[in-house]
Antibody, heavy 122, light 108 residues
Framework: EVQLVESGGGLVKPGGSLRLSCAAS????????MNWVRQAPGKGLEWVSS????????YYADSVKGRFTISRDNAKNSLYLQMNSLRAEDTAVYYC???????????????WGQGTLVTVSS | SYVLTQPPSVSVAPGQTARITCGGN??????VHWYQQKPGQAPVLVVY???DRPSGIPERFSGSNSGNTATLTISRVEAGDEADYYC???????????FGTGTKVTVL
């Protein structure tokens, strides 16, 4: 059974940093692209970033480019999102989601974790 | 940037058919994916590549895509279908994923 468990969320002050993790199990992690999607309270889904299975291809939403860094450790079956220079508008539940294969572009997100809440406030 | 527009809400009686549209410039040339999200839960994929269903998703869920509009159709609507629904595409001109604005389906 595919399982994706996010962690690392919490309360952080504007300008601060946070590192999210997503622990994957139940599938061969190194063979699948991974993604981060966020959802602000009461709002819709917003794509944040995607990474291919071998980390060769990485993409970011304009709203986070230059502040967030996606990475993965295939040996540890883990996905990460390093978030710097956080702003109030980054407040959201952050989901990790699995793609259907090695490619990262144009794919659906087959499985999602339950999310971790990030609150940016002074 | 590429924009996907959905109606904010759709209301349907049990047993009837709900149609949720997703509008975008020449969306018919893209692969569209649809997600269902119930309150307090993570999204679930219900249709991918315009009209394919993941295993475990009822045949009542179907999709189509042509021109400037993609449509998710839910036949024989049940109370358990009440949720928010989002469409998604990959915009190759910007190398970005885009989600639609979301549609809340209410079962009367």
């Amino acid at each position: 059974e595919v399982q994706l468990v996010e962690s690392g969320g919490g309360l952080v002050k504007p300008g601060g940093s946070l590192r999210l993790s997503c622990a994957a199990s139940g599938f061969t992690f190194s063979s699948y692209s991974m993604n981060w999607v966020r959802q602000a309270p009461g709002k819709g889904l917003e794509w944040v970033s995607s990474i291919s299975s071998s980390s060769s291809y990485i993409y970011y939403a304009d709203s986070v480019k230059g502040r967030f860094t996606i990475s993965r450790d295939n040996a540890k079956n883990s996905l990460y999102l390093q978030m710097n220079s956080l702003r109030a508008e980054d407040t959201a539940v952050y989901y990790c989601a699995m793609g259907p294969g090695i490619a990262v572009a144009g794919q659906e997100f087959d499985y999602w974790g339950q999310g971790t809440l990030v609150t940016v406030s002074s | 940037s590429y924009v996907l527009t959905q109606p904010p809400s759709v209301s349907v009686a049990p047993g009837q058919t709900a149609r949720i549209t997703c509008g975008g410039n020449n969306i018919g040339s893209k692969s569209v994916h649809w997600y269902q999200q119930k309150p307090g839960q993570a999204p679930v994929l219900v249709v991918y590549d315009d009209s394919d269903r993941p295993s475990g998703i009822p045949e009542r869920f179907s999709g189509s895509n042509s021109g400037n509009t993609a449509t998710l159709t839910i036949s024989r609507v049940e109370a358990g279908d009440e949720a928010d629904y989002y469409c998604q595409v990959w915009d190759s001109s910007s190398d970005h994923y885009v989600f639609g604005t979301g549609t809340k389906v209410t079962v009367l």
